[in-house]
């Protein structure tokens, strides 16, 4: 079936250091990517998507782009923030008639400042 | 607008009690999902609906669990008996639309813990 694997966790970081996390995915169609974050305590929410090949999803300093020859999805900032320490998710949807997002492992991110 | 409102936020309950968690989601969406979150399995799909209809509950982990979606404004997940196992954070979202374009809006979830 169709799965996400995403790198390991926990990342630490610097104030201002350049964020890579690594995503790929394995589908059978084409599928739709995306990056969710979720805060301490809170649920998950979109952090930026992309529907089909080449396609760049960016928000809040925030890229990805949708590389279906690799079949990865790889988060990237150039400069993170103590803000940013979260948890980051990449996910799939199944357009195979199922509505429904597969999500990776989830890699802890932790920013000092 | 009130986002995915999920309760009750924290629940404490002794193996072989029964646990009720209950979602409103947000006004209009179409789709309510279930999941869980634990650390060594991460985020799984428990169940989803659409206009109140179960349509995917491969996820569901065996006959203990069950859900239902009575009308458009509220869900509920059920476990009993409920187990340690079971302890995780359970997750409600909705959507308007597929999850191809659109985007699943979360609950702050409930934290289950079963003694």
């Known amino acids: ?113 | 607008d009130a986002g995915v409102i999920q309760s009750p936020r924290h629940e404490v309950t002794e193996m072989g009690q029964e646990v009720t968690l209950r979602c409103k989601p947000i006004s209009g969406h179409d789709y309510l999902f279930w999941y869980r979150q634990t650390m060594m399995r991460g985020l799984e799909l428990l169940i989803y609906f659409n206009n109140n209809v179960p349509i995917d509950d491969s996820g569901m982990p065996e006959d203990r669990f069950s859900a239902k979606m009575p009308n458009a404004s509220f869900s509920t997940l059920k476990i009993q008996p409920s187990e340690p196992r079971d302890s995780a954070v359970y997750f409600c979202a909705s959507s308007h639309r597929t999850v191809n374009t659109g985007e699943l809006f979360f609950g702050e979830g409930s934290r289950l813990t079963v003694l």
């Open chain 1, 1 to 113: 079936g169709d799965s996400v694997t995403q790198m390991e966790g926990p990342v630490t970081l610097s104030e201002e250091a350049f964020l890579t996390i690594n995503c790929t995915y394995t589908a059978t169609g084409y599928p739709s990517l995306f990056w969710y974050v979720q805060y301490p305590g809170e649920g998950l929410q979109l952090l930026l998507k992309a529907t089909k090949a080449d396609d760049k999803g960016s928000n809040k300093g925030f890229e990805a782009t949708y590389r279906k020859e690799t079949t990865s999805f790889h988060l990237e900032k150039g400069s993170v923030q103590v803000s940013d320490s979260a948890v980051y998710f990449c996910a799939l949807s199944d357009r195979q008639g199922a509505q429904k997002l597969v999500f990776g492992q989830g890699t802890r991110l932790t920013i000092n400042p």
